[in-house]
């Protein structure tokens, strides 16, 4: 499997963005996929995972209620609409897929093919 990240740009506080993760590769479906993201002199940070089939979400806090992640299996996409963006969500996205199929987790350790990344940025 390989990932392509897009969707990432500038945009104003209170604003909206959707990121896409392309999949190439058959078993997409079977796997759990996540985004992370990474600002400057930070540490990568889970933001958001979704189980195989669609079925099953999370979140980190700091993006609850503001973030929607999803998947298309048919399409071999998974997506991460963000809304009402703050400045300390300014960073750069990764999509992951979780190195195990049926399973989900938060952390980034357990997610074996990383996408590109896409910036964010958001200006106050």
């Known amino acids: 499997v390989q990932l392509q990240a897009s969707g990432g740009g500038l945009v104003q506080a209170g604003g909206s963005l959707r990121l896409s993760c392309a999949a190439s590769?058959?078993?997409?479906?079977?796997?759990?996929m996540g985004w992370f993201r990474q600002a400057p002199g930070k540490e990568r940070e889970f933001v958001a995972a979704?189980?195989?089939?669609?079925?099953?979400?999370y979140y980190a806090d700091s993006v609850k209620g503001r973030f929607t992640i999803s998947r298309d299996n048919a399409k071999n996409t998974v997506y991460l609409q963000m809304s009402n963006l703050k400045p300390e969500d300014t960073a750069l996205y990764y999509c992951?897929?979780?190195?195990?199929?049926?399973?989900?987790?938060?952390?980034?350790?357990?997610?074996?093919?990383w996408g590109q990344g896409t910036q964010v940025t958001v200006s106050s």
């Open positions: 992951a897929k979780h190195s195990l199929k049926g399973v989900v987790h938060t952390t980034p350790r357990v997610y074996d093919v």
């Open positions: 979704v189980g195989w089939n669609g079925g099953s979400t």
């Open positions: 590769g058959r078993t997409f479906s079977s796997y759990a």
